[in-house]
């Protein structure tokens, strides 16, 4: 069996100018205007979640039918149902409500993401152009949001936007993890395991430090 290794704290791998941005960054939450509109939004999220997933994997069926693209902050339960697209903060909070529906207990998560340097111009003007905030995009490395479930101390996380189970092995690439960090803002000193490494909840890390070990 492979020992468990713990992941390096983010600070001592990369520069901070690749994560110091979205570092104090708080998880996307959905806002409710306390009236019938975003009730109503939420109820009918509801029933669709347990229509369209079975429990099965994750809930691919909320990016299926909420493509990616910019979304507006703060953002409204009525809104968001009525959106075309909505950005990862937005299918990250809309993941969490689909999971803790049947009862599984799960937790935020953030991540740093490398780009292709060229693709921060055409990131903040189709957001810009949408009236919403391109701050989440940066010259070679990206803010992005996801979700993780927890059992035993174990999490695997899941990532809406593309519908699939994330790797703290994807370290090279477009896409690829620079940064993580799961559970929040708030360090709870509850270490868990993701894939055989070792992570505190609330405290960035990357998983570059334990690249090739095993």
């Known amino acids: 069996m492979t020992p468990v290794a713990e992941m390096t704290p983010v600070t001592e791998v990369m520069p901070a100018a690749e994560w110091a941005p979205w570092a104090a960054w708080a998880p996307s939450t959905l806002s409710h205007h306390d009236r019938e509109c975003c009730t109503t939004a939420r109820a009918w999220f509801l029933a669709m979640n347990r229509s369209m997933w079975r429990g099965h994997g994750g809930p691919a069926w909320i990016a299926q039918r909420f493509p990616w693209g910019p979304s507006r902050w703060p953002l409204y339960w009525c809104d968001a149902m009525e959106a075309e697209?909505?950005?990862?903060?937005?299918?990250?909070?809309?993941?969490?409500?689909?999971?803790?529906?049947?009862?599984?207990?799960?937790?935020?998560?953030?991540?740093?993401?490398?780009?292709?340097?060229?693709?921060?111009?055409?990131?903040?003007?189709?957001?810009?152009?949408?009236?919403?905030?391109?701050?989440?995009?940066?010259?070679?490395?990206?803010?992005?949001?996801?979700?993780?479930?927890?059992?035993?101390g174990r999490v695997e996380v899941w990532d809406a936007t593309v519908s699939s189970w994330l790797s703290p092995?994807?370290?090279?690439?477009?896409?690829?993890?620079?940064?993580?960090?799961?559970?929040?803002?708030?360090?709870?000193?509850?270490?868990?395991?993701?894939?055989?490494?070792?992570?505190?909840?609330?405290?960035?890390?990357?998983?570059?430090?334990?690249?090739?070990?095993?």
């Open 85 to 152: 697209e909505v950005d990862c903060g937005a299918h990250a909070a809309l993941t969490i409500e689909a999971f803790q529906a049947r009862g599984i207990h799960v937790v935020p998560v953030q991540l740093v993401q490398r780009q292709e340097p060229h693709h921060l111009l055409h990131f903040h003007g189709r957001w810009s152009a949408d009236g919403a905030s391109p701050d989440w995009a940066g010259e070679g490395a990206a803010y992005h949001e996801a979700c993780a479930t927890l059992l035993d």
């Open 169 to 214: 092995d994807q370290l090279r690439g477009v896409r690829s993890i620079a940064a993580v960090r799961i559970g929040g803002t708030i360090a709870t000193g509850e270490v868990v395991t993701w894939r055989g490494l070792e992570i505190s909840l609330g405290e960035w890390v990357s998983p570059a430090g334990v690249a090739g070990e095993g």
